[in-house]
T-cell receptor, first 112, second 117 residues
Framework: GDSVTQMEGPVTLSEEAFLTINCTYTATGYPSLFWYVQYPGEGLQLLLK?????DKGSNKGFEATYRKETTSFHLEKGSVQVSDSAVYFC???????????FGSGTKLNVKP | GAVVSQHPSRVICKSGTSVKIECRSL??????MFWYRQFPKKSLMLMATSNEGSKATYEQGVEKDKFLINHASLTLSTLTVTSAHPEDSSFYIC?????????????FGPGTRLLVL
């Protein structure tokens, strides 16, 4: 079945450091891929998405490229801020966009 | 963007009682809503798909008699945890698709934390 695997956390970085959170997926067909962010005490918010191979999603300085050949959707940011501290979830949806499958989440701690 | 609310945000109940959690789409109609469960330091697990006017579709391993879902209107779905036990303590999150124009995105509620004593 469809599934998402992402790197375990927590990830601790200093402010302005480069961030990469790895995400790989297994799916039949052509899923859409997402990154969601969950700030402390809040619900999930869509960070970015890509709906087909080679698409790049971007938002708030974060980027991820849909790589079909490596079945990956790694999240990157060139310079993290303390306010980026949160839990990040990689997810995919099936062709009908009806079911979402989430990775286990990666907690990011950014220190000043 | 679309707003999904949940009520209550937190609930504490005694073992053996039932608890109802509401999920509302505030500014759009949702024919389909989803219920997830999030364990501490774990991912979200899809429990069931709630369809307006029809029976919910449950994921494998989820007890439908334990987790009753009612989607009586286009803006409201409820999850009732029946005869709750401490192992049911968790964070329950609902979500909804906005519609065909943005169907590839789900909007999530803020979640309901359930603690069963």
């Amino acid at each position: 079945g469809d599934s998402v695997t992402q790197m375990e956390g927590p990830v601790t970085l200093s402010e302005e450091a480069f961030l990469t959170i790895n995400c790989t997926y297994t799916a039949t067909g052509y899923p859409s891929l997402f990154w969601y962010v969950q700030y402390p005490g809040e619900g999930l918010q869509l960070l970015l998405k890509a709906t087909k191979a080679d698409d790049k999603g971007s938002n708030k300085g974060f980027e991820a490229t849909y790589r079909k050949e490596t079945t990956s959707f790694h999240l990157e940011k060139g310079s993290v801020q303390v306010s980026d501290s949160a839990v990040y979830f990689c997810a995919l949806s099936d062709n009908n966009f009806n079911k979402f499958y989430f990775g286990s989440g990666t907690k990011l701690n950014v220190k000043p | 963007g679309a707003v999904v609310s949940q009520h209550p945000s937190r609930v504490i109940c005694k073992s053996g009682t039932s608890v109802k959690i509401e999920c509302r789409s505030l500014d759009f109609q949702a024919t389909t809503m989803f219920w997830y469960r999030q364990f501490p330091k774990k991912s979200l697990m899809l429990m069931a798909t709630s369809n307006e006017g029809s029976k919910a579709t449950y994921e494998q391993g989820v007890e439908k008699d334990k987790f009753l879902i009612n989607h009586a209107s286009l803006t409201l779905s409820t999850l009732t945890v029946t005869s709750a036990h401490p192992e049911d303590s968790s964070f329950y999150i609902c979500s909804a698709n906005v519609g065909t124009s943005d169907q590839e995105t789900q909007y999530f509620g803020p979640g309901t934390r359930l603690l069963v004593l």
